[in-house]
């Protein structure tokens, strides 16, 4: 794949990104973030002028997909709008206009179309019911975590030890350094349930059950879009030539290209060591403090997956769709 066959993917994806028109200062600020991190990754330096060009609406899907002739790399760019719309739950009907719109510019049917979109469903139906319903918890607060987390349901017995916690923290980023190094353009979409389930379980270890809503505003209080999150994780994978499985291939393999990739193990490593300090310090952490700590812990977490690499490896080795359905249901 050439450089401009990648820039008109991510071009594809930007759009996908801001498609429903609801993205905040904060998640825009993000996307802003991982364009410029990726230009200086992969010497893009055009990449931050597409990001801007597509919030200004200066360039259209048209001139994107002009771009893509190989019809391998125009199925994975429809997918990874897809994954991108998808990644923070239902589509909205703009989005769904949006893809219906790509569609057809990309001149891909049915045929081409319905098996990836089936998957992709089955996931967010599976991810929807991940996590139990708890009582209601109210809309968080523009101060701070605390006021939406104070109306939390309490569950009794809180029983697993630091040591415990801090295990099953380790498991879960294991598993998404995994998920992140497959092959297959939706695969990257289970990384963001299985946080939620991990800071889910936390809050229950710690005497606190909460329900997917607060969990997905503690997540992004804590400075980890989910929008963002995916489009970084689909960016360095594009950029590293590990995607994805268009028209019935497999575009790279997980090997050398991997190196230095699987940046969901240090974001899901630092964001469950938030939660347990924020659960178990009694839910007092505003807005700023839980980011500066989850800055503070990025960098360990970086220099960690690093050395589990190699366990980050094999776990993706063994990873079929079957397992990661089962996973995300919590099986």
């Known amino acids: 794949m050439t450089l401009d066959q990648q820039k008109s993917i991510l071009t594809i994806a930007l759009l996908a990104a801001f498609a429903d028109g609801h993205k905040d200062d904060t998640e825009r600020d993000e996307i802003r973030r991982i364009a410029q991190s990726l230009a200086s990754d992969a010497g893009m330096a055009d990449l931050p002028r597409i990001y801007q060009d597509v919030l200004l609406k200066r360039t259209t899907v048209q001139s994107a997909v002009a771009g893509l002739a190989d019809p391998m790399h125009r199925q994975l760019a429809y997918e990874m709008a897809v994954c991108v719309c998808d990644v923070d739950g239902r589509q909205s009907p703009a989005e769904r206009e949006f893809l219906t719109n790509l569609k057809s510019a ?68 294991l598993l998404n350094g995994a998920l992140e190094l497959l092959p297959q353009s939706w695969a990257s979409m289970a990384i963001i349930p299985m946080q939620v389930k991990m800071v889910y379980s936390i809050g229950k270890a710690h005497g606190v059950e909460l329900d997917q809503g607060h969990i997905k505003e503690f997540i992004a209080a804590a400075g980890v ?107």
């Not at 139990?132 to 809309?139: C, F, R």
Request: charged letters at 15%; hydrophobic letters at 45%.
């Open 106 to 173: 990309l001149q891909l049917g049915a045929p081409q179309t319905a098996a990836f979109e089936h998957e992709a469903d089955a996931l967010v139906d599976v991810a929807e019911t991940a996590v139990p319903v708890a009582a209601p918890v109210a809309p968080m607060a523009g101060a701070g975590v605390a006021v939406a987390a104070a109306a939390a349901t309490p569950t009794a017995g809180a029983s697993a030890s630091s040591a415990e916690l801090d295990q099953s923290i380790l498991n879960y980023a």
């Open 225 to 331: 879009g989910m929008t963002s999150q995916y489009l970084e994780q689909f960016g360095r994978k594009l950029l590293g030539g590990l995607l994805g499985k268009a028209a019935g291939k497999t575009i790279g393999r997980i090997g050398g290209a991997a190196t230095g990739m699987a940046f969901s193990f240090a974001t899901t490593y630092a964001l469950g060591q938030v939660a347990k300090r924020y659960y178990a310090g009694g839910r007092v952490m505003s807005t700023a403090m839980l980011r500066e700590t989850f800055q503070n812990l990025l960098g360990p977490a970086k220099q960690m997956q690093t050395q589990y690499l190699p366990q980050i490896q094999q776990k993706a080795a063994t990873l079929d769709a079957g397992q990661i359905m089962a996973m995300v249901r919590g099986r």
